[in-house]
């Protein structure tokens, strides 16, 4: 690998006034230390080269700005290294603030590699947090736009697919403000990327939706906002991808919302085991107050549930569906624990119940194995 002189010494041949052929060159070899822990440390130790590399987001030959966004998405894939280069001074803000532009840009034909950026920059909550702050300070790069991009088709005129701003939406909501802003009634935004749960042409983006919706459930003062049929009817569309084929009696497809009801023979439920357990998760939030287990009883989601647990094949996803079910139909709390997340669980059985179903899960992977 390169010594610390040596790197030093590219910045020069990364400057646009060098020929083509040496900037390219001299970031391809850059390019290539990002693909090790021991390069990817090393480039840190000397901002001097992120920084030039940074300022090639601009150069005018393609190949070199998608190299560009290429280094900076193998060095932010290391999560030791997206939490330095994020808080390095005032490189962080600049980094985060350039790719949003970029990507908002319709004309840019490597947005795809920069949402990647940006959502491997965001996935820790105190990075999610600056990031959200600095969209808030800039309305040429604020939420508004971000989800807009998102939700209008063919927003990139390059034929990028942005999906991947569906993973950055969900890290930002991490942020209580964000969520906030999100969940706003009035903005709209948490009702336009509803319908993206279902979106089959991309499990990057359904993941990512899924996952917004989620961390949005954990914010119990809006419970009865998200379940309300006349405003965000959030339980359907959490429900639709874990129903299946399976004919029901006319009494309980009655009681179901209505885009569950006699369902196709063809219906096919969630692929991906991941966004399935996001699913059940959200749903186990929403049945934090007494509100949402009353909505969930009445609009018969036990059904789904039942049909659902018996399809599953992923043990993980079978006790987190059964600890769900145990709500629904286990008895009410007293009034002064109606709110399950007020209360307040030792952590000494926390950590007891977490490792027993880690020992049931391991130990039905032996007995498969």
Partial sequence: MASSEDLNEFVVFLDSNQRIDLRSLTLHHLLSLTGT???????????????????????????????????????????????CLLNADS?????????????????????????????????????????????????????????????LKDFNAKKNKLDYLAPLLC?????????????????GLFLSLLPFTTFSESVIRRGGICGL???CCFDTKYHEWLLDENQADVLPKLLLPLAGPEELDADDNEKLPIDLQYLEPTKARESDPDIRRILIEALTQLCATKHGRDILKRKNAYVILRE???????????????????????????????????????????KQFTEEKTMVLEAEGEKES
């Fill in 308 to 350: 659902y647990h018996k399809w599953e094949k992923d043990r993980a996803n079978d006790i987190a569906c059964e600890d769900l079910v145990q709500i629904l139909i286990g008895d009410e709390p007293p009034p002064e624990m109606e709110n399950l997340h007020q209360l307040d669980v030792p952590e000494n059985l926390v």
């Fill in 213 to 215: 919706i989620k961390n």
């Fill in 37 to 83: 822990k021991e390069g990817r440390d090393e480039i840190l130790k000397h901002p001097v080269v992120y920084k030039a590399v940074m300022k090639l987001f601009d150069d005018p030959q393609a190949a070199v700005r998608k190299d560009a966004y290429l280094f900076f998405l193998n060095l932010t894939a290391d999560e030791s290294v997206s939490r």
């Fill in 91 to 151: 490189f962080g803000s600049e980094l985060v603030c350039s790719l949003l532009r970029y990507i908002l840009n319709r004309d840019s034909d490597f947005a795809d590699v920069a949402c990647t950026v940006l959502s491997n920059l965001t996935r820790l909550k105190d990075a999610a947090e600056k990031v959200f702050e600095l969209t808030e300070k800039n309305e040429e790069i604020d939420l508004n736009r971000i989800v807009r991009a998102l939700c």
């Fill in 171 to 187: 890290n930002l909501t991490q942020s209580a403000a964000c969520r906030a802003q999100i969940l706003n009634p009035e903005s």
